[in-house]
Every structure is written in C-alpha cells, then in structure tokens.
DNA sequence: GCCTGTGAACCTTTTCACAGCA
DNA sequence: TGCTGTGAAAAGGTTCACAGGC
C-alpha cells in the first residue's frame, strides 16, 4: 500500500511539507494551499467582470463576486506579485492573465475518465470542463457491454486499454469515477501510465504515491456534515459556522 | 442581494463564528469543523470493519482505514468523549453508534434534486445517498419537457410547484444542480420552502441567509487546482504538498 | 506493555490595521 | 482621498510527546 503524496481539499501536513517548492511561476515567493484554492474563484469572477467590459476592480468588489472578504483577496493576489494600483485597484485583464497563467489554463489538459457508470457519464457530458482547457479525451470502462459503447464524440475504451490510451493521449489529469472497489487498483494504474493528478469521485480511501496528486470529492460525505449541522439546528441550536460562499 | 449564512469546505471566518454553540447531541463539547468533516470517513472505515465482525480497533488501524494519522483520530475521538480503552482501542460498535448520532444518521433526511440535467439525473440515480438516511424524494427541473418524466421511481416536478412538494415532503437538505445563472434564485426559493441545507453543484457565488448551510462542489475549480500543481511538477518543480487521502 | 486522552508546541490561515502610494 | 500591500495579531488546526489507565 502506497503511502505519500496526494493534495487534500483541507489543509494539509505541515511537517510532511516541502517548503520553498511552490513559488509563482515567475519564482517569486510560494503561495499558500488555500490561496490556491480561491484562484480560480477570482478567476471565474473575473472573466464574468472582463465580459461587461470593465477594465479595473477593487479587492472589494471582487471580493463580493467570489464570495470571499476583501482582506483575503488583497492577500492572495499579493502572493502573485504587487498587480493593484493604489487608489485605483487592479486590471481586470492583465489581472485575468496572471491568475490563469498561475492556474496553467493557457495550455490543455487531456483528461481521461475512468469508470463510466451514471456519473461518469455525466462528467463526460458536462460542458465546463472544456471550457478552461481540460479536454475529456479517454473514456475508460472495464464493463465489456459499454465498450465501444458512444458518449458525445467519443467511444469508451477497455479498462484493458488503459496504459496504452493514456499514454497515447498524454493524460496528466484522470478522474475516477469507479465504484470504490476499484478505485484503488485504477488509480495505480493511471499513476504507472504516466498520470500525475487524480480526481477521485470514489467513495473510497485511496493513495497514491509521492509526486501524485489527488483531490478527493465525496458525495455522500457533504450530505453527513450538512446532516450534522442540521441536527443542531434542529434541536435548538442556531446557525453553524458561516461565511459567505464562493 | 444576501450576505451570510454558509458553510463552506475550508475554514471559515473566525471573528463571524459563534462559539460555544456547536456541542455535541449530548451537550459536552465543541466540535471544530476540520473534526467533524472527518467524521463521515471514520463512520465509513468503522462500517467496513464492522462488517468484519471485528470488535474493536486501534487508532492507528482506524486512521489507516480513514486516510489520516492516529493523533487526528484521537483528537478528532476525544472531542466526542473518551469512547476509548487505553492499551485496546475503540469498541466498534459503540463508536460507531456515537459518530452516526453526531452526524444525524439515525434518521431519515428526505432530499430533493433541482436541475436535472447530466449531473442531477446522475445524482437522482446514484445509490450510495440513499444507503445512510438520504432519501431522494423530489426531482424538480424548470423545462417543461422535463416535467413529468419518469427517472428510477420519481416524477420531474416543474419549478412552479417548488415551494409546495418542498413543504409536502419536509424537505431539509436540497441539491442544487441547476446552470449557474439559476443558482440564486433557486437557492432563494429553496429557502423560503424552508429547506436550511443546501449543497450547490452550480459553478456559481451563490449566498444563504444565516442559519442556512450550503456546502459547494465545484468541478472546474477542483481540475484546476490539480492543474496549478501539474504546472509546477511539469516545469521542474517536485511534488505538491501531502498528506494520505481520506 | 500498550494504547488512549490531552496539554503544549507548532504551523497555517484569517483578520486587523495602517503605512504607502496613485 | 482611496485603495493596495503587508507586518502583526488572532484564531484554528495539526502534531508532538507523555501522563494515565487497562
């Protein structure tokens, strides 16, 4: 079983940490997880600001389009370098391009899902990803009967096939859609082909090694802690931890 | 437009907190938010042993089976109560018992699903909710030539009628499924039918009321976090921060 | 001897508050 | 005057290390 290396959604190890690793891409100084977590808050806000063309925005109002406070806006961006103007605030396309160059949304990403069950199925269907570069271009099944089987313009390959395509295709991000099961065993074979990040929607503990990636999204688990929350509110308690959402 | 009254995945804002109100079921402690966002992986790991006929477990066998490390699960334990024995572990069945009366699995919450597109017919047909007290009970979608179609055994309702099956159904818990552009609104109606949790698929800034939870998943925002990191790998760097996955 | 429970140390993140500059 | 940029303070979360009970 392997041991090391995946990115949680919280915070993480701090001894564990490498620091002075994760500097901008101009290595300037190292941004913290959490920033980049918000980065592509501010950019969707952004793009949605540069369409009415508005050239600048203050940390406030960007603030309120994301859903974050204006202290911690003013602080991320200044991980990225001093890009606001005093008085006048920052410029929403020089601002956009940073961010996305930051968050590498000016190359492509061919992204391989694996397990094209109801869910699956529908992350090959959504319309979103390929907007910011992240092109779905393997679907991956081990159900001999989905096989060939056609989903948009693409056709579901063999879980059998799975080294080859990936490789074919030059996939650095997989998500995984299996049932927890199989998550584990999947993830290690998308990590031998060459997979670097993963995106893991099984219900399931699942490691990968140092150098890898994973982000983990749980269905199940965000409908138990809304539950938690529920229940003290239901019997007396009063709102639960609160901020304004991004 | 509103201003407070989420939950969010991260920390949230301190100086807005209350303290001293989020007590366990039994009136003793605060539990903090990173404890209770684990909780859901220790009942999962607790099921998978249980079912083993296993007795009891150590910390450091549950922390394995969670995807964390042993001191998290006895802070995490600890803030429930002292459920443990020194020198032999955790009764599973107990503990078990504990962590689903915190977490409000007991009980049955009666969900409903609006926008049903790829994603919300993939939520409707998803088992996995249903298996721990999360009954999907109303389908609600605002095209009419959705309205009245039939997925797994529910019926599409038209939005019009929103606020009625909500009540109807004692809904507590919504999904929100719908394009972004919806999204407030529909959370706005969501919580005049009285729904106080909301987990929000929309890739939008969507804001509660206090006393509201809304908890988001965003696809997008996840792939490119992943993305900030490939970028890193790929250009030189070594692997982005770490902890095992849970 | 073994494993839990927990104060204390440490690290990260958030917030405050104001200096500094257009 | 207005808004950014940033040290410093505060809060929250994680890890350490060991006392304490089985």
Redesign the interface.
């Known amino acids: 079983m392997h ?11 701090a001894a ?3 620091k002075d ?2 500097v901008t ?1 101009s290595s300037r100084r190292r941004i913290p ?2 920033t ?2 918000r ?3 501010y ?3 952004l793009m949605e600001t540069g369409e009415r063309q508005v050239a600048t925005i203050s940390s406030e109002r960007l603030a309120e ?3 974050v ?1 204006a202290a911690k806006v003013r602080k991320d961006l200044s991980y990225l370098g001093s890009y606001g103007t005093r008085g006048v605030g920052y410029d929403v396309e020089y601002l956009l391009h940073e961010i996305s160059r ?4 000016t ?1 492509d ?1 061919p ?1 391989a899902i694996v397990g094209i069950g ?2 699956g ?3 090959a ?2 319309r ?2 390929g ?4 092109r779905v271009e393997v679907l991956i099944d081990a159900d001999p009967a989905l096989v060939g089987h056609q989903i948009g313009d693409l056709s579901v390959v063999s879980i059998d096939d799975l080294d080859r395509v990936v490789r074919e295709h030059n996939i ?2 997989g998500i995984l859609a299996t049932p927890a099961g199989a998550a584990q065993e999947v993830a290690d074979r998308l990590v031998a082909a060459g997979v ?5 929607f099984a ?1 399931a ?4 090694p ?26 007396g ?10």
């Open positions: 041991k090391l290396g995946t990115l949680q959604a919280g915070p993480c190890s564990e940490r490498r690793i994760w891409a997880e959490a980049v977590a980065l592509p808050l950019y969707r806000a389009l994301a859903g406070n930051e968050l590498g949304l190359r990403w992204v109801n869910l199925r529908a992350l269907n959504y979103g990803f907007a910011r570069g992240f650095a991000i670097t990040s993963i995106l893991n219900p503990v699942c490691s990968v140092e150098g890898v990636s994973m982000r983990k999204v749980d269905l199940a688990i965000e409908l138990q802690i809304l539950s938690f929350y529920q229940l003290r509110r239901g019997t308690g009063t709102a639960p931890p609160r901020e304004r959402t991004g």
